[in-house]
């Protein structure tokens, strides 16, 4: 478990939904990854991250789909790529990533509360 954080640190967290507009493979990544553009909604609009998400997914799996993502954290160069956003999943019993998402469709930018 990791150390207790105050409800004030959490909320500094800024986790939202949005739809996966665009998805490609990232052949450049040290492990296999697929590089996605998600629609955040009008506040934020679009950001891009690759994800270690192959296990699960394929590019043409993920296009249309709403992913829960941490919005606020600096962008980090990943390889060639840029990432702007931090996809959130669990790890399955072959430690294969499972994104996390709304079991109801939602506004883009919702925020998680």
Known sequence: ??????????????????????????????????????????????RKTSAQITAHYTPETLVGRQVMGVVNFPPRQIGPFMSEVLVLG??????????????????NGERMH
């Open 1 to 46: 478990m990791a150390d207790e954080i105050t409800f004030d640190e959490f909320l500094k967290v800024d986790i939202r939904v949005g739809t996966v507009l665009r998805a490609e493979p990232f052949p450049e990544a040290r492990k296999p990854a697929i590089k996605l553009w998600i629609d955040f909604g009008p506040e934020i609009g679009e």
């Open 90 to 107: 669990l790890s399955d019993a072959e430690g294969g990533i499972v994104l996390l998402a709304p079991d109801q469709t939602v506004a």
